[in-house]
Antibody, heavy 126, light 108 residues
């Protein structure tokens, strides 16, 4: 039974870096059928895809966030991570990690999210 | 990026009634790559439908999806208490992936 769990600070100051980790259990992240991704949800912008990563480390990002986002993976720990730089109040959201079922190529991704973590609220405030 | 418009914003129905939710895309969705999710209060989204009409694993057959091109529909044939939630469509035919703003199905 696949489980994903987000962890990280719930409060980040403006202009600083948001960092979250997703711990995966019940499946090996080396499974080449899947990618691993991040989605955020805020009242203002709804659900927004942030990016995905494949098990051997290639990331794919939403162009709207690409300049500030890094997604990495550590299959030995069954974890993947999100960092978002230079945050503002607009980055306040619930951040979900999820398993992505589809494919990515040439910086684009096509698929959907079939398992989700419970979400982590991150507030950007001084 | 592709915009998805969901109508209505809120749907008020009695248990046992039929729910029909609409998702309209700003351009044709390639290969009908359209998914639907359910989000109950305080929970994460759950995949219901992919490929416009295929039910995800474990999803009851009272949920069905249809449509093509720019117009898609999620139908819940007979609402049960656990179906009162917010529903989102998501397209994956064009990158970046995008979601609709959601339709809330509430108890009348």
């Amino acid at each position: 039974h696949l489980q994903l769990q987000e962890s990280g600070p719930g409060l980040v100051k403006p202009s600083e870096t948001l960092s979250l980790t997703c711990s995966v259990s019940g499946d090996s992240m080396n499974n080449s059928r899947y990618y691993w991704g991040w989605v955020r949800q805020s009242p203002g912008t709804g659900l927004e895809w942030i990016g995905n990563v494949f098990y051997f480390g290639i990331p794919y990002y939403n162009p709207s966030l690409k300049s500030r986002v890094t997604i990495s993976i550590d299959t030995s720990k069954n974890q993947f991570s999100l960092t978002l730089n230079s945050v503002t109040a607009a980055d306040t959201a619930v951040y979900f990690c999820a398993r992505f079922w589809g494919y990515c190529s040439s910086a684009n991704c096509y698929g959907n999210f079939d398992s989700w973590g419970q979400g982590a609220l991150v507030t950007v405030s001084s | 990026e592709m915009e998805l418009t969901q109508l209505p914003g809120t749907l008020s129905l009695f248990p046992g009634e039929r729910a029909t939710l609409s998702c309209r895309a700003s351009q044709s969705v390639s290969n009908n790559f359209l998914a639907w999710y359910q989000q109950r209060p305080g929970q994460s989204p759950r995949l219901l439908i992919y490929g416009a009409s295929d039910r995800a694993t474990g999803i009851p057959d009272r949920f069905s999806g249809s449509g093509s091109g720019t117009d898609f529909t999620l139908t819940i044939s007979r609402l049960e208490s656990e179906d009162f939630a917010v529903y989102y469509c998501q397209q994956y035919g064009t990158s970046p992936l995008t979601f609709g703003q959601g339709t809330k199905v509430e108890i009348k």
